[in-house]
């Protein structure tokens, strides 16, 4: 069984973090490599000094073989 990870994210209505503006969802992928999901989620958390507002996570998806 093998992974595929994900880059998801946004801008926030608040720091809570709790909601997601509308509009503003941003989904990449999906890498077959780690590292290559971390140099995603690198370039988007820090292209032209971000609002304190948009956050990036990295999610796993386990693939079945």
Same mark, same amino acid.
């Given at each position: 069984?093998? %992974? !595929? +990870?994900?880059? @998801?994210?946004?801008? &926030?209505?608040? $720091?809570? &973090?709790? =909601?997601? *503006?509308?509009? #503003? =969802?941003? @989904?990449?992928?999906? &890498?077959?490599?780690? *590292?290559? /999901? !971390?140099? =995603?989620? %690198? !370039?988007? #958390? &820090? !292209?032209?000094?971000?609002? /304190?507002? =948009?956050? +990036? #996570? @990295? $999610? *796993?998806?386990? *693939?079945?073989?």
């Amino acid at each position: 069984m093998g %992974q !595929r +990870y994900w880059v @998801i994210g946004g801008e &926030f209505r608040d $720091c809570e &973090f709790d =909601e997601v *503006v509308p509009g #503003t =969802e941003e @989904i990449s992928g999906p &890498f077959n490599d780690e *590292v290559k /999901a !971390r140099m =995603e989620w %690198q !370039r988007l #958390t &820090f !292209r032209d000094h971000r609002g /304190a507002t =948009e956050r +990036y #996570t @990295i $999610c *796993v998806e386990p *693939v079945r073989l």
